[in-house]
């Protein structure tokens, strides 16, 4: 069993002002993403410029933190948020969905071609490579945060977190587990996969399909919100039943992409 490194959730204290390590890694993520995509354009034949790269990361930005918000709000503790209308805008004490997110930036995405008269699935399979990025840097925010731990394990690498709540027994590290498959894995698959010409959606549709993949194998290991528990016979998770939706339109994304085989 490893020891779980106790890190203060707060990273600068400032009495009327605090900066949470939650928040840092947020910022870290995007700022991360950022620099990785205009890396893209400085050394590809991309029709992109940096100012429209800036332009599609606050829109992005934007979309990540009112529907992730939203998401959480909506998905996971509507009767709480109900009761305690103000904790909607504490974002840095955590709650934030990635499906929310995702719809979130879907809706971004959409108005930003509006905005600049370039196809949704152009954008989309420009910007989804560097995802992952922002996902692992807030997975780490959130195992600072103690929050997100997997279910009881006698492995090697099992830890006891210091809520309460989880109680004196090791469990996994599933916010780790997620930020390796998640973050690290998953941005090394699309940013090789996106390094080629792709038919259009093909980039798109294989980070939906990986997403939903390594979300759904990990929420097997990791302890549902006790306020909504398991949704079918102790297994099924509102992680999952969202992320299924997401293997499937993957599949279909990738399947209709290379039938038309129509290249970005």
Known sequence: MLVYPEINPIAIDLGILQVRWYGISFVAGILLAWWLLLRRVNSSRQTWTSEQVAD???????????????????????PYYLQQPVA??????????????????????????????????SISDFI????????????????INGELWGSPSDLPWAMVFPDPRAGAISRHPSQLYEAFLEGLVLFIVLWWFSSRPR?????????????????CAIEFVRVPDAHIGYLADDWLTTGQLLSLPMIIIGFVMLFIAYRNSSTV
């Open 88 to 121: 909607v805008l504490k974002i840095w004490q955590g709650g934030m969905s990635f499906h929310g997110g995702l719809l979130g930036v879907m809706v971004a995405v959409w108005l930003f071609g509006r905005k600049t008269n370039k196809s949704f699935f």
């Open 199 to 215: 038919p259009a959606m093909a980039v798109t549709g294989l980070f939906l399909l990986g997403y939903g993949g390594f979300r």
């Open 56 to 78: 599609l990361i606050f829109y992005a930005t934007v979309g990540i933190i009112l529907g992730g918000r939203l998401g959480s709000v909506l998905f996971y503790n509507l």
């Open 128 to 143: 989804v490579p560097v995802v992952p990025v922002g996902l692992g840097s807030g997975r780490i925010g959130n195992f």
